[in-house]
């Protein structure tokens, strides 16, 4: 907060607002881990313009679509967001970014950076004309390292950080990746810590800064802080890995009619767990199950055993159960019943909008809230070029400029009767 802003009154709420209002992203990113981060900027109140190639993000086209390029992944990454088409290998395109950058807080990107150098774009071009940007990269590597040029994706970071590894050893089957885009999602959150922290460092020193998100390491550590084990020490104590979650036996439980997702874990949970199934003395007479250690050092023995006993009963009488002996559990859902989860409907994390050109869709909000700020209701992920007119209007260009640019190639929008309602 500057010093010469008045605080708003205690309880009072911005309305149509977020905690990052008045913040100007412009957003170069593409695919999933970028995209997924400035949204989160975005729903809180950042206004990000997303920056597209001619041929728009890629991941536009992945997935079941009513229309083309509205795919899907995309819809889920890309709300919040103003999209506007450069041809940034058109000068003409390349200078109405860096006439979007002269105001910016952040620029985002995660092509490789020296590409971002081929353009004029790298950081010391970049802070020339803005010295208060936040220049973020997220992409594979660090720069310092032998890496440092190589392309990035998901899969690849996963087995390089030992995920295909560790699910291979806690099965007993072949390496697999976990079935969803986690790093691109883990590193995607840490950049919007690391953006955020350099902004609040901004305010101290008045300057910008660039600031680095690469994947590997970042997920290397994300992984590690569970598994390095005995590795922790010179010399080793062991191969490394966290037991619990390696054991064979970690997984959901079979009930007699489905699955169900429990967790006795605590000496308290235990005891009340045992108490409920009428087989209070395991404790005392089975030295396995008498400590919180002596479980972990049988940890596979001791999921077993509670395998077994997960198959006696429904799982609404589990459920039951666990709740009445005060142990964690969640039921499993499926990709359709998590749709239907009371929780998630009575904090209304799903709703049905209408969107612009997709018609009505599912969609899930924000899981932050505050007490002080009532963020705007959602902008729908944009069609391809939607905002370009717009945009760069609010850059300086008259409508004739900006037709000319659109006729060399150097931008691209939709025809004005499919955007004139649009471009907000």
Same mark, same amino acid.
């Given at each position: 907060?500057?010093?010469?802003?008045?605080?708003?009154?205690?309880?009072?709420?911005?309305?149509?607002?977020?905690?990052?209002? =008045?913040?100007?992203? %412009?957003?170069m990113? #593409?695919?999933?881990?970028?995209?997924?981060? #400035?949204?989160?900027?975005?729903?809180?109140?950042?206004?990000?313009?997303?920056?597209?190639?001619? @041929?728009?993000?890629?991941?536009?086209?992945?997935?079941?679509?009513?229309?083309?390029?509205m795919?899907?992944?995309?819809?889920?990454?890309?709300?919040n967001?103003?999209?506007?088409?450069?041809?940034?290998?058109?000068?003409?395109?390349?200078?109405?970014?860096?006439?979007?950058?002269?105001?910016?807080? %952040?620029?985002?990107?995660?092509?490789?950076?020296?590409?971002?150098?081929r353009l004029?774009?790298?950081?010391e071009? %970049?802070?020339?004309?803005?010295?208060?940007?936040?220049?973020?990269?997220?992409?594979?590597?660090?720069?310092?390292?032998?890496?440092?040029?190589?392309?990035a994706?998901d899969?690849?970071?996963?087995?390089?950080?030992?995920?295909?590894?560790?699910?291979?050893?806690?099965?007993?089957?072949?390496? @697999?990746?976990v079935?969803?885009?986690?790093?691109?999602?883990?590193?995607?959150?840490?950049?919007?810590?690391?953006?955020?922290?350099?902004?609040?460092?901004?305010?101290?020193?008045?300057?910008?800064?660039?600031?680095?998100?690469?994947?590997?390491?970042?997920?290397?550590?994300?992984?590690?802080?569970?598994?390095m084990?005995?590795?922790?020490?010179?010399?080793?104590?062991?191969?490394?890995?966290?037991?619990?979650?390696?054991?064979?036996?970690? @997984?959901p439980?079979?009930?007699?009619?489905?699955?169900?997702?429990?967790?006795?874990?605590?000496?308290?949970?235990?005891?009340?767990?045992?108490?409920?199934? =009428?087989?209070?003395?395991?404790?005392?007479?089975?030295?396995?199950f008498?400590?919180?250690?002596?479980?972990?050092?049988?940890?596979?023995?001791?999921?077993?055993?509670?395998?077994?006993?997960?198959?006696?009963? #429904?799982?609404? *009488?589990?459920?039951?159960?666990?709740?009445?002996?005060?142990?964690?559990?969640?039921?499993?859902? #499926?990709l359709?019943?998590?749709?239907?989860?009371?929780?998630?409907?009575?904090?209304?994390?799903?709703?049905?909008? *209408?969107?612009?050109?997709?018609?009505?869709?599912?969609?899930?909000?924000?899981?932050?809230?505050?007490?002080?700020?009532?963020?705007?209701a959602?902008?729908?992920?944009?069609?391809?070029? *939607?905002?370009?007119?717009?945009?760069?209007?609010?850059?300086?260009?008259?409508?004739?400029?900006?037709?000319?640019?659109?006729?060399?190639?150097a931008?691209?929008?939709?025809?004005?009767?499919?955007?004139?309602?649009?471009e907000?």
């Amino acid at each position: 907060m500057h010093r010469n802003e008045t605080p708003a009154a205690p309880g009072a709420a911005e309305e149509g607002s977020g905690p990052l209002a =008045g913040l100007k992203v %412009v957003d170069m990113t #593409s695919v999933l881990m970028g995209p997924f981060a #400035s949204q989160m900027l975005g729903d809180m109140g950042a206004d990000v313009i997303k920056v597209e190639a001619p @041929r728009g993000d890629l991941v536009r086209q992945i997935g079941p679509a009513r229309h083309e390029d509205m795919g899907p992944v995309f819809l889920n990454a890309n709300r919040n967001k103003r999209s506007v088409v450069l041809d940034l290998k058109n000068p003409d395109g390349l200078a109405a970014l860096k006439r979007m950058l002269e105001d910016a807080d %952040v620029l985002m990107y995660n092509v490789r950076p020296q590409a971002m150098a081929r353009l004029g774009l790298a950081y010391e071009d %970049v802070a020339r004309l803005n010295p208060r940007i936040v220049y973020a990269g997220l992409f594979g590597f660090g720069q310092n390292g032998p890496y440092a040029a190589r392309p990035a994706y998901d899969d690849l970071i996963q087995g390089a950080s030992t995920l295909p590894h560790l699910i291979a050893r806690a099965s007993g089957g072949i390496p @697999r990746y976990v079935p969803t885009a986690m790093a691109d999602r883990i590193v995607g959150l840490t950049g919007v810590s690391a953006i955020l922290a350099t902004l609040q460092a901004r305010t101290r020193t008045g300057r910008g800064d660039r600031v680095d998100i690469p994947m590997f390491e970042t997920m290397v550590a994300f992984v590690l802080g569970d598994h390095m084990g005995g590795l922790t020490f010179e010399p080793a104590l062991d191969e490394g890995g966290y037991a619990r979650q390696l054991s064979p036996e970690r @997984r959901p439980y079979q009930t007699r009619d489905g699955y169900i997702c429990a967790l006795v874990y605590t000496d308290k949970q235990w005891q009340g767990f045992l108490r409920e199934i =009428g087989r209070e003395s395991l404790m005392r007479e089975d030295d396995r199950f008498a400590t919180y250690g002596a479980r972990s050092r049988h940890i596979d023995h001791v999921y077993g055993v509670l395998a077994g006993i997960f198959q006696e009963r #429904s799982t609404a *009488e589990w459920m039951a159960l666990l709740e009445r002996a005060d142990v964690p559990f969640m039921p499993m859902h #499926s990709l359709r019943s998590v749709l239907d989860d009371p929780h998630l409907a009575a904090t209304g994390f799903f709703s049905t909008v *209408e969107h612009p050109s997709e018609g009505p869709i599912r969609t899930m909000r924000m899981p932050v809230t505050w007490a002080h700020f009532k963020p705007r209701a959602p902008r729908p992920a944009p069609g391809l070029g *939607e905002h370009t007119r717009a945009i760069l209007g609010e850059l300086g260009y008259g409508p004739a400029q900006v037709e000319a640019m659109l006729a060399a190639g150097a931008a691209s929008a939709p025809p004005v009767t499919a955007a004139a309602g649009s471009e907000q």
